[in-house]
């Protein structure tokens, strides 16, 4: 998911009760709930950042000591402060008249569970669309697709923002609880007709076939949660298509995507250490094959995020095969 929808998230479940458990409590959950994600640092890089997105940070070792790792550093920082400011006890918790608390002390065993539940809930966030994550990072590169729900999703964004408004301006949990239990079922909503999507397309295929795709990806698309986009794998092409639950029908495209996969200049072009990375992610690759006076141009990209404009060409990887 988006970074917006992951601090929404923590600090929702901050506001719903958690942030009470220690100090720097919010602080923790909203920025454990977006801490895998400091693998943007890909970008700096030469290496085709889809290689190195959702990788180590989200797989089993990084959620591992990631939480530990922010444990410490938030410890360190409270630490600090109370070295600037003696009088400041990290054990103390002033209270009202009403002998509730205000500031509850600095609990590292809380920091530390609170770390979790942001850096858990992230990794399973991300996995609720189709761009993947490699659960078993470092021992396994294997990527794990939900295909539930698109990656930028304004329905959550709507039911978290408003839970936290109100939960802001009337000092209620019990908003923001609500907020999360909507979003909750919106998000078991969108698996279920994930999963009952695929079997329709499946069976469809299989009728029209006689077996079952090499691969099938049946993804969310943007806004409307009853209509999904269908890619299957057909061999040497790719088919592709609408599947819409209101009214229910399954719709392919007359034009098919090829694969180009068994050119000779591919076969060269794979040795390429920009394409070798990019396959690494690549889950539907197809190749365009284009002459130029330097040689033959490669390009390689992914029929998820096909199309135009210069966030699409943000998944394609070329290289120049000489002649």
Known sequence: ?????????????????????????????????????????????????????????????????LPILLTGVLLAVAQRRRARDPSTSLGASPSTSLGASVNPPIRARELLLLSYIGVIIHVLMDLLNNYGVRLLMPFERRWFYGDAVFIFDPWLWLVLGTGLVIAWRRHSPAAARSALVVALAYVLAMVVSARAAREVIVERWKAVDGRAPLALMVGPVPVNPLTRDVIIDA?????????????????????????????????????????????????????????????????????????????????????????
């Open 235 to 323: 061999g040497d092409h790719y088919e592709t298509g609408t599947f819409t639950w209101q009214p229910r029908r399954v719709q392919f495209d007359q034009a098919t995507v090829a694969k180009h996969d068994r050119d000779p200049h591919v076969a060269a072009a794979r040795n390429a250490p920009n394409i070798r990375a990019f396959l690494v992610w690549s889950r539907f690759p197809f190749w365009t094959i284009e002459p130029t006076p330097e040689g033959t141009r490669v390009t390689v990209g992914d029929v998820r995020f096909a199309g135009q404009g210069a966030a699409v060409r943000a998944f394609t990887q070329s290289t120049v095969v000489p002649d």
């Open 1 to 65: 998911m988006d970074n917006l929808c992951h601090l929404l998230v923590g600090a929702a479940l901050g506001e719903a009760g958690l942030k009470r458990r220690t100090r720097f409590g919010n602080a923790t959950l909203m920025i454990a709930s977006n801490l895998p994600d400091v693998d943007v640092l890909a970008f700096a890089t030469s290496t085709p950042s889809v290689a190195l997105r959702r990788g180590w940070t989200h797989g089993v070792l990084g959620q591992a000591l």
